[in-house]
């Protein structure tokens, strides 16, 4: 046992050790893993290699799941970036650790798991994203973007000091985490890194390398991109539709010197641009110029438009991906030049899936299944068996006691989630047989309305409520892209009634209710000056 490491062990964690454990305290002690946390933001499972969709080619991130275990059904429980993280770190739902939306701040002061690991003797580290005001709590090195960040010569907040770095936020934030690993890092304490990345959030603006990639290809949209929404009411309120809502300026690039392309947010992409340098801004115009020449000469409308629309969002999209694998491929390799590849933990995984096209949309929020989904890869070569593969429903929930097992130290009482520790090493096979689904951010952009619910392996029922009170019912093993509401259709009736009661025993186990609800839904309201909307 390494003396520094148990100078800054709890007297209750040498306790639990002591009589907790079957482990010997020299097995555990000795080498507690280190854990690196990756997580990138709107990572669509459909765009890593590993889960089988053809889309593109992500090697490393890959790796950890052929070294590792891949979750075939991973889940957020609020599918929207701060209350994701807020979930991730507290291991409780949006309700009760209270950031149930990115309107309304998060109180830093409550418990996280990373603050339970630095009072455990581990050192601690947050790079990149986080989205969420106020100075990280439960980590002794923090640098991170303000809010969204930027891609390109982005502000960082290093241990609350701002500064601007030159250059293109993926690599950097790659090099801020490995910076800290190969000079911050103390050798002999375990230690926990959240290495978190921006991309591939909108507006999606790749690094000058990749330009290219994709060129010779023409992506297909998935078979539902022409959806119309019937029997889906919520559905068909969105504001997140490639052909009507994808803006050909801000997402697709297309600024033309010459100003004839006019839209909504042409304002704020040529602000983005503006940060660019001149070598940035002309390769950058290099490339996308004799692009937007082309569009403007084809003078595309209608369906042609809409397809030519996925196309060149996908390739922008996926683009930004390759910069994060390259980013995990020098982590990983760090970690393996370092001795550090059997006692680290390395976890990939996005704070929410996205949609590349499917019901004809971008964005996330909704409980329908591509966004409700995120990537989960874990490689631990000391429990964990190459080649795993996970199929029963884990959710971010579940990160903060993982961890917590993982290091041996206690699990409050308060946690959500449950580890999946033994899950994932193939010691258990009992699990969970129900998830719970909460969203909030409406009214707000991209207009998806307030709803819950829960899914079974089979079934997902959904509530919408507030402007709106429907109800949408799926049978995902005969309709996996939840076209075909089967609410209140006869033969399903007992489906229904079950999936009704699986609902209410969600709700009690996770102590939410139509009060809380109301609670947010006053709150959120008065964040957003809505006062005449308030429900009493
Ligand atoms: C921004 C984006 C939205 C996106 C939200 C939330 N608009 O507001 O498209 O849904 O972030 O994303 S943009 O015009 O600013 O790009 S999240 O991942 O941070 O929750
Ligand atoms: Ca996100």
């Known amino acids: 046992m390494k003396i520094s490491f148990l100078k800054n062990v709890s007297p209750l964690l040498v306790v639990l050790v002591l009589f907790g454990c079957k482990k010997t305290i020299k097995e555990i002690s000795n080498n507690p893993p280190n854990i690196v946390f990756i997580m990138s933001d709107d990572h669509a499972y459909q765009a890593i290699s590993a889960y089988g969709h053809g889309l593109n080619l992500t090697p490393n991130i890959d790796r950890i ?67 969420m005001d106020g100075l990280p709590q439960g980590f002794d090195y923090s640098n991170v973007l303000p809010g969204q960040g930027q891609y390109y010569n982005p502000d960082f907040i290093e241990n609350g000091v701002k500064k601007r770095i030159p250059g293109y936020v993926t690599e ?27 991309a591939p959030h909108r507006t999606w603006m790749p690094e000058e390398k990749y330009f290219n990639l994709f060129d010779e290809k023409t992506f297909t949209p998935p078979a539902n991109f022409f959806d119309d929404y019937s029997n889906r009411p919520a559905a068909a ?18 600024l033309d010197a010459e100003g004839e392309i006019k839209t909504k947010y042409r304002k704020h992409f040529q602000n983005m641009y503006n ?43 996926l683009r930004t991906i390759q910069s994060i694998d390259d980013g995990v491929g020098e982590v990983l390799e760090y970690l393996e030049q370092n001795g550090l590849s059997e006692n680290t933990i390395v976890v990939y995984t996005s704070d929410q899936g996205f949609y590349l096209g499917e019901h004809g949309w971008f964005d996330k929020r909704f409980m329908y299944e591509e966004s409700f989904r995120t990537p989960i890869l874990i490689r631990y070569p000391r429990e964990i068996k190459a080649g795993t593969v996970i199929d029963k429903m884990v959710q971010n929930l579940d990160f903060a006691p993982t961890f917590l097992d993982y290091a041996n130290v206690s699990i409050p009482e308060a946690i959500q989630g449950e580890s999946f520790r033994k899950l994932v090493s193939g010691e258990v096979s009992e699990w969970r047989d129900a998830i719970y689904y909460t969203y909030y951010e409406f009214p707000g952009e991209h207009h998806v309305k307030r709803h819950y619910g829960v899914r079974t392996d089979r079934y997902k029922l959904m509530h919408f409520y507030y402007d709106i009170d429907t109800w949408e019912l799926y049978d995902l093993e005969q309709d996996p892209s939840e076209m075909n509401n089967i609410y209140d259709h006869p033969e399903y009736k007992d489906i229904q009634e079950n999936m009704h009661q699986r609902l209410v025993e969600m709700r009690e186990k996770y102590e939410d209710s139509d009060h809380l609800n109301k609670e947010n839904l006053n709150r959120y309201l008065k964040a957003k000056g809505i006062n005449d909307h308030i429900v009493k």
Not at 244 to 251: A, Q, T
Request: aromatic share 12%; with cysteine; glycine share 6%.
């Open 65 to 131: 799941a052929t070294e590792g275990a891949i979750f075939n059904k991973g889940f957020v429980t609020n599918s929207i970036c701060a209350p994701s993280r807020a979930v991730m770190l507290t291991g409780k739902h949006s309700h009760i650790n209270g950031k149930v939306d990115n309107i309304q701040s998060f109180d830093w002061d409550q418990d996280n798991f990373a603050k339970s690991l630095q009072k455990s003797g581990y050192q601690t580290a947050m790079v990149g994203k986080i989205h």
């Open 237 to 254: 309120a969105h504001e997140m539709g490639i052909a009507k809502d994808m803006d050909l300026v801000y997402d697709l690039k297309m």
């Open 172 to 198: 950097i934030t790659t090099d801020i985490a490995l910076n800290w690993l190969k000079n911050k890092r103390v050798a002999d304490k375990p230690f926990l890194l959240l290495y978190h990345q921006k």
């Open 275 to 317: 940060r660019m340098d001149d070598q940035q801004r002309a390769a950058w115009d290099a490339y996308y110029n004799p692009i937007i020449k082309k569009f403007k000469a084809d003078s595309l409308s209608g369906k042609a438009l809409a397809l030519w629309k996925f196309d060149r969002y996908m390739k922008d999209y």
